[in-house]
């Protein structure tokens, strides 16, 4: 072959392979923009999953420095006032009119010692520290039956619930969630709190008598309570669903890993 004619056919050949990635090119750049827009989403999921996991860690350790501050400043100081009224009381003359004043200061600073008591619990139940998960768990249950006059039956493992601080938080979280939202919505008579527990995780269940989830509607989590609860739940690589009770009602269950990622 001339050297013409090999030329020739070199340039036909350089073409095709050029015209051949540049239709490439064009159908990767059709196709590449939807994958780097599902990457970033998910990576942009990811960062805001990890972001609001650090916002509920740091949350968390601020209200349970507030309610140690409460406890040993403000309770502590409370106190003191309390027993300094007594022996005033014991010290001052013995009129009625006196006594009588005396006795309303004390009741009012009893009452906003039980005022800073509750604020404590509603920042940070300390039971759930130097008591354990079952104890505050099953104080949460005793209490809201007795504030709202509703039969709650809890079963608890008869060893204490071993688990990362966290997961007992998320579990306590959940709980606080869910019978909040019964008070609020169920109008139920009767709860039952199932905790399981075995090697891998822990399983809580919340069920209720009460209304139910409406049958038009499909079951999701609107509310940013449980939205809340629900997203601190994946952090800890666990689970959260909503259902409607088959014996009427509503079942909530979480289930979270015993070793989560995040510790």
Not at 82 to 97: F, N
Not at 131 to 136: D, F, I, K, P, S
Request: hydrophobic share 40%.
């Amino acid at each position: 072959m001339r050297p013409a004619m090999k030329s020739s056919c070199m340039i036909h050949n350089l073409n095709l392979v050029l015209t051949f990635h540049h239709s490439r090119g064009a159908m990767s750049a059709q196709t590449d923009p939807n994958k780097e827009t599902a990457q970033a989403d998910a990576e942009r999921a990811a960062d805001l999953s990890e972001l609001l996991g650090h916002v509920n860690t740091s949350w968390d350790n601020e209200r349970r420095a507030l309610s140690r501050q409460l406890h040993d400043s403000l309770g502590s100081s409370l106190t003191a006032l309390t027993m300094h009224l007594s022996l005033l009381t014991q010290k001052m003359p013995q009129e009625a009119a006196l006594l009588d004043r005396a006795a309303t200061m004390k009741q009012l600073l009893l009452n906003v010692i039980e005022t800073n008591r509750q604020m404590q619990m509603k920042l940070w139940n300390d039971k759930l520290e130097f008591l354990g998960v079952n104890v505050a768990l099953g104080e949460l249950a005793a209490q809201f039956a007795e504030q709202h006059k509703i039969t709650v039956r809890c079963s608890l493992p008869e060893d204490e619930l071993i688990c990362p601080r966290n997961v007992g938080v998320a579990l306590l979280r959940t709980l606080e969630e869910a019978l909040g939202n019964i008070a609020a919505h169920a109008q139920a008579s009767e709860v039952d709190i199932i905790i399981d527990d075995n090697d891998e995780a822990l399983m809580m269940t919340v069920k209720d008598d009460g209304v139910g989830l409406p049958a038009s509607e499909p079951v999701e989590m609107s509310k940013h309570g449980l939205r809340s609860v629900r997203e601190r739940v994946h952090y800890l690589g666990g689970s959260l669903s909503l259902a409607a009770n088959p014996q009427g009602g509503t079942a909530l269950t979480v289930v979270l890993p015993r070793v989560t990622p995040k510790e």
